[in-house]
């Protein structure tokens, strides 16, 4: 069974920072790029970052470009998303996935995990 589960979001304040976490399991991922949506309150779901099978291309939301930084390890079945210098306009929740480059996920979205800027 496709799982994925996304972990290490929380409650920080402006400028904090949070290192969320992807797990996934039931399919071979390092057959496929993998994304970070999110979504904050009354909006849809947008991208904010995309990471390439072997993580030679990683591309950014304008919005977050420079505050952070996608990752995986494909030996553990992993992906990461670090972020620095939060605003609160980062409050959402936030999913992984992945799929074909450029392309639209596959699977079925996880719970997601919270993410709320807030002094």
């Known amino acids: 069974q496709v799982q994925l589960v996304e972990s290490g979001g929380g409650l920080v304040q402006p400028g904090g920072s949070l290192k969320l976490s992807c797990a996934a399991s039931g399919f071979d991922f390092s057959n496929y790029a993998m994304t970070w949506y999110r979504q904050g309150p009354g909006k849809g779901r947008e991208r904010v970052a995309a990471?390439?099978?072997?993580?030679?291309?990683?591309t950014y939301a304008d919005a977050v470009k420079g505050r952070v930084f996608i990752s995986r390890d494909n030996a553990k079945n992993m992906a990461f998303l670090e972020m620095s210098s939060l605003k609160t306009e980062d409050t959402a929740v936030y999913y992984c996935?992945?799929?074909?480059?450029?392309?639209?996920?596959?699977?079925?979205w996880g719970q997601g995990t919270q993410v709320t800027v807030s002094s």
């Open positions: 990471i390439n099978i072997y993580s030679a291309v990683r």
């Open positions: 996935n992945v799929g074909y480059w450029e392309s639209t996920p596959i699977f079925d």
